[in-house]
DNA sequence: GAAAATTGTAAGGTAAACCTAACACATTGT
DNA sequence: ACAATGTGTTAGGTTTACCTTACAATTTTC
């Protein structure tokens, strides 16, 4: 089995997830240009997706998820928004560090935990300004 | 320099902290017990937090942080306990997974983002009965 | 105070995730 | 078409953090 990706290929699936999704056509190359890693790495995590049958993938060729695959980045990539998400719109965090923080944090955090901030910042959105009358101080 | 910590011996000085806090006279195998790993392991780390200065320790006697090792650990703590109240207190987390998620957030999130959700906790207890008649759908 | 148990450390190993260098192979531009 | 550029893989290396085994040093217990 072994099923559960480590942090860094969840990254890898998530960065092809978001490329391939605007119809670029995605190589090796140009995700270790966006990851800040060797090719050689890349060529590395790439057979690893492979071998669990997440992408499909021929050198020189645009890199595709499996079904599996897709469905594996969408997982994180909506840990990311729900994240990001919260961090904007409940704690008013600035955008690119609500980003970089939902980056390291979606690999890590529980399904329950964010299931349950997924609804929070739904509430608190649609409620947002009956509350921002009471907490003056989380208004920063 | 090298003056930041990896969550490994993060989680080290954060062991000892709660556990000298305590009164306890904590020694490496204590803590390799605590911590789920070899007492090689232990040694190893220890040597690196006494390079760094950050705990005192002689072979078989109690380990004790040094000021720097104790403000380290506090830091570490209290972003522990932010995080923790918040999954407790605003996302009804129960409290045991509410620590394992803190437990490994602690090591990344950034300390604006920590002090946001610090207030954003104290202003929701603060006005919880007020919030709770609006946010039924986060009630769990 | 000697035997037993505990504690610490050294040596050597594993695994993951990165790296560089070198080379093979493919694509592009003129 | 073939030189230049770009891409992928291999081999070998580094680092970090763990491990086991074995042994040395200390403490505890009888």
Redesign the pocket.
């Known amino acids: 089995m ?1 099923n559960t ?5 969840e ?2 699936i998530e960065t092809i997830y978001l490329s391939t999704k605007n119809g670029e056509m995605l ?7 966006k ?14 997706l492979v071998s669990k049958k997440l992408i499909k ?5 645009a ?1 595709t998820l499996t079904k599996e695959g897709d469905a594996e980045a969408q997982k994180v990539y909506e840990k990311h928004n729900v994240l990001r998400e919260f961090f904007e719109k409940v704690l008013n965090v600035p955008s690119s560090e609500a980003s970089d923080n939902a980056c390291k944090i979606e690999h890590i955090i529980s399904p329950n935990v964010i299931s349950k901030m997924q609804s929070f910042t739904k509430s608190f959105s649609k409620y947002k300004k009956i509350l921002e009358v009471y907490m003056e101080e989380s208004e920063k």
Request: no cysteine.
């Open positions: 072994a990706l480590s942090s860094g290929l990254d890898y190589k090796g190359a140009d995700l270790a240009r990851l800040g890693v060797s090719r050689a790495s890349v060529s590395e995590a790439l057979s690893k993938y021929n050198s020189y060729e890199i």
